[in-house]
């Protein structure tokens, strides 16, 4: 769903109330420029042996490029956990595509300066992106310190004993023969016994001119006048009009009211202008109580509608409780970049060291998950191809855990728009939910192998289709092929006759007891091959080929890495232990279990000594 600056308050209800029922949102941004420095710097210069950057010269040069550059699109996928119907659970999708507008619309007294990158910009160009759209549609925003700064100012504004005096020079004889009539106007209209009206108006040309005359006075004599006043005439109080400057007696109720009057007119500036940081301040536990009920009284046009202010206080008013007592876990991929971004953007001055920015993070989002560290865990030295959209291919063909889109977000349900930020957004909780479920099932979230000749049920099951392949041509293979023909197929090995071993035959919803009596199972769908064997735990482990859990994408083909067995012999299958029937998997792990130990808080920093940038580094180092 389009979101701009038009229908951004009559959506920012629903999107609130989204993210509060969110199991997890999704982000992406599209940005002005990115940092284009080379990742490997040369060694005998440096001193390095690997010739890379450490994390916190990456960092460095990343935060110098968010504090030139400008955010100008973000994507937001709300994502829903619904297990309302027990057999058929399912993950709903609520895509928003949002311009950012990084000009400062209301007049705040803030400036904003960003730069643009030619790169970035014949980038976005070619993917199709409207360099105007952040302009002509975006939505505003201000960060918390440009709210701060706005409100100290427009506070100053009202406040004229802060308003540094004029000196007018002896030699400056017109000024001072401008103050000396105004002060003899203002003498004689005090001293009438009966004066014709309770106002004085200066203008240019003295009492008797008329005030609305189209040569007024400008903005220097405006400012001598007022400046006279505060400092001879404590009784009386200046007001400014376009053209002229009124006198009028003092009244304590009358500037109080007028003081509460421009007050509240600069905080419902400052509500509109805040924009899109109210979706930030939502994820972030922040605090809603600014947000004004009434910027809901609009159309998708703009235009003003009636809606009602008792249902939509007590709306709000739910969002906010719910939002308060519930932290948002925070995925993206490749997230360093859009993580450092977001904090410059939204939040606020970057902190020097990369290890502050890593404990505010982790203090922000007790819970972030990179994908891209998702899918390359345990890479080792090699660093596999990891792009959004190569992992979303590679799991596109998984059918489990079920994802549908909500009926109002159906943009991106018929046609594909890469570099789109709402649509990548969209394409990473897919990711994020299908390659989760499969990590898990497959148990290589185990984090350190206690005996390493051990894996799970899944992979004993692969192991057995392929051993079956190698004794019976004719059995099914099971590789991603049969649901990705864009996959190569796996080519068979020639072997050494080896003695038989004992197999252990997986058994599904739709698998009898017993094998065929050739001793192959027969094929199984997608959401069987995710499963493990009735009767077993998801981390149930059967005794195989020694080997290391490798990152799924190091490989051409995901279940590649099984084929790993260092050259030695497979041990003897042993059958497992009977145990209670256990349902095919259909949700991805929840956020409280250990798989998160190993896969959260962790985003992939590539070209860099560490590798990753852990965000709560004070639990023991795993293998990144």
Known sequence: ?????????????????????????????EFSGISSRQSFKPAALEGADTGKQTLQERYEETKEAAERYQILQIGLTCVE????????????????????????QERLDVERIFSYQSGAVDFLLRNGFKMEAPFTVGV??????EEELARVLGNARGDRSNVADIAVLPTDVESLEFLKRVRGEIEVWKAAETPQCDYLNIALAGHGAQPTSERGLNNFHKRLVHQLVRSDYPDLVTISRPTFIQIVPYDKAREDAVKQSRLTRLE??????????WLVEAMVQGDLSGVDPRIFARGKDGEPVFVDLGEVN??????????????????GHNLFTDLVNFHRCFLGPLPLRVKDFQRDMNRIFPMIIDTKYLATHNCGSINPKSSLGEIEAELRSQIVPLIVTHPHHTKYAFSAAAHEAGYDSLLTANVLIRLSSKLEASGTWVEGIEEPNQVTALEALRLLSSDADDEDPSAPELSEQSQNPKMAPRKKKTKPKKKKKTKVVAKTRTLTESSSSSGNPPPLTPAQRLAPPPGSPTNQRYTVAKGRIASVFAHPSVYDILAEDNGEEPETLAEPMP?????????????TSDFWRVYGNKLRVFGTVEGVCDLNPKRPLSIC
């Open 140 to 145: 505003p925003y201000l960060s918390r310190n």
């Open 1 to 29: 769903m389009d979101v701009d600056k038009y229908s951004f308050q009559s959506l920012l209800l629903d999107i609130l109330t989204a993210i509060s029922r969110a199991h997890f949102v999704s982000i992406d941004f």
């Open 314 to 331: 007590k709306q709000l008013d739910d969002v906010r409780s719910v939002l308060r007592d519930k932290p948002t876990v925070l995925v």
């Open 268 to 277: 419902e500036q400052l509500s509109r202008q805040v924009g899109f940081r």
């Open 81 to 104: 956990e619904n297990v309302e119907d027990p057999e058929c659970p399912k993950y709903i999708t609520r895509p928003y595509n949002f311009y950012l507008n990084p000009v400062i």
């Open 579 to 591: 145990l209670p029937a256990h349902d095919t998997v259909t949700l991805m792990p929840p956020f």
